[in-house]
C-alpha cells in the first residue's frame, strides 16, 4: 500500500461524495497526500481545481498553508 497512488482527479471526486461537516483541514489534508506523489505541473493543476471546489473558495495556497501550520 505504500507505493499505490490516488490520482488526483479522484480525489476531487472524493471531495463531491463528502459529507459536508467534513472539514476544509481534513479536505486539503487529503488533497496534500495525494500531490505527494504527483509531478509539480500536475499538483499546481490539480490544486487549482481543488480549491476551486471547498466551501471557502477565498483560501488561497498560501492561506492553506498557513492553516496547516
Known amino acids: 500500500m505504500d507505493n499505490q497512488r490516488i490520482p488526483s482527479d479522484t480525489v476531487i471526486e472524493m471531495d463531491q461524495v ?3 461537516t467534513v472539514p476544509d ?32 473558495p477565498e483560501l ?3 492561506k492553506i498553508a498557513e492553516l496547516l501550520k
Open 18 to 20: 463528502l459529507p459536508s
Open 60 to 62: 488561497s495556497l498560501e
Open 25 to 56: 483541514r481534513c479536505k486539503i489534508e487529503l488533497l496534500l497526500q495525494t500531490l505527494l506523489n504527483e509531478t509539480e505541473e500536475s499538483w499546481k493543476t490539480t490544486s487549482r481545481q481543488y480549491i476551486e471546489q471547498l466551501d471557502r
